[in-house]
Every structure is written in C-alpha cells, then in structure tokens.
C-alpha cells in the first residue's frame, strides 16, 4: 500500500545535526524524512534510527527507566554519554522533564544541562519540554542559545511555539 501517487504526500526531509564540516559539533548528522510511503511499507530512504531519550529530573521517568539505568538517572550528561557509548544509541533526546514541575523557573539549570549533555555526546540532539507553550518558549530558546549550529531538533512544533526560537536565529525568514 503506497500513497506516493497523492500530490504532496512525501514527508519533506531535513538534516538532523550538524558536523564540524557544517559548523556544528556533532560526530555525524542524518537526513531524516523523505517517505512517500505508510509507515514500515515500501521503500525508505534511509536506514531507521535509534534514539535513546534521557531526563533531567528522574523523579518524572518511570520506576523501571530509574531501575534499569540506576545513577545514571540522576546525572543527564552520563547517560546521554552511555546512551551513545554503551546502547549505541544513533540519537539522544533530551526531555527537560524538570520543566513538569508546578512553577518552575530555573531557566538557567536548562541551559547548564544543555551545554553539558553537548559536551558529553557526539550524537545528534532532539530536545522535548514539558508540552506547555509558555514555558517551551523560554526553554527552547534556551536549548537553541546552547545549541547554536547544532541542528537541533525541538519537540512540538507548532506555529506558536517555533516562532520565538527561530526568530532569534532567522528574523528575516520569521516575518
């Protein structure tokens, strides 16, 4: 079952990281998207990736996670730097799952977490906040400030909530 025949049915592709040879930091960068066809029918473009996420406040991830990655859990940067080394993990997906806290605000410790899981892995970055669009806002503006020429991928995407963040880096292409 294809719908590759529908007008406008391919998924566009965008390129997921960036190396040093694109001004970024990362060991390698992928080309995500592209499909013409239903998920797992047809041909793909590319090989699937595996991405591992890790949490910033183990208290929101699940007692088995906990269990399983043990101290890891409370230290981002080494279990971003174990999902890359030790599971062989093609991506890490940061979820700031301190930002599920009521009233937070330590903006700062975002960033602070941001820079030191790019210091601790090579791989590319997907990065999730906690799904409320005022808080997202300042926190992926503040991953994108650490992240700058990284090609970071940041969660929900929505008209409302990619403006600020892009804007800072594209405010000709945001008008």
Not at 6 to 21: C, F, W
Not at 30 to 40: A, Q, T
Not at 91 to 115: C, P
């Amino acid at each position: 079952m294809t719908n590759s025949s529908e007008p406008g049915s391919e998924v566009r592709e965008v390129r997921l990281g960036a190396t040093r040879a694109e001004g970024g930091t990362r060991e390698v960068s992928y080309v995500i998207g592209g499909e013409r066809d239903l998920p797992f029918l047809g041909n793909r473009p590319d090989r699937l990736l595996v991405a591992l996420e890790v949490c910033d406040d183990p208290r929101f991830s699940p007692p088995v996670v906990r269990d399983y990655v043990g101290d890891l859990a409370n230290n981002p940067d080494e279990w971003a730097r174990a999902a890359e080394r030790t599971y062989g993990a093609d991506l890490v997906r940061l979820n700031f799952t301190s930002t599920k806290q009521r009233r937070f605000d330590a903006f700062g410790e975002i960033a602070t977490t941001m820079d030191q899981v790019l210091a601790a892995t090579i791989r590319p970055l997907i990065v999730e906040g906690s799904s409320e669009p005022e808080l997202d806002s300042e926190v992926f503006r503040r991953c994108g400030e650490a992240g700058e020429g990284e090609r970071l991928l940041l969660g929900t995407a929505e008209a409302d909530r990619y403006r600020s963040v892009a804007a800072r880096r594209w405010p000709t292409v945001m008008r």
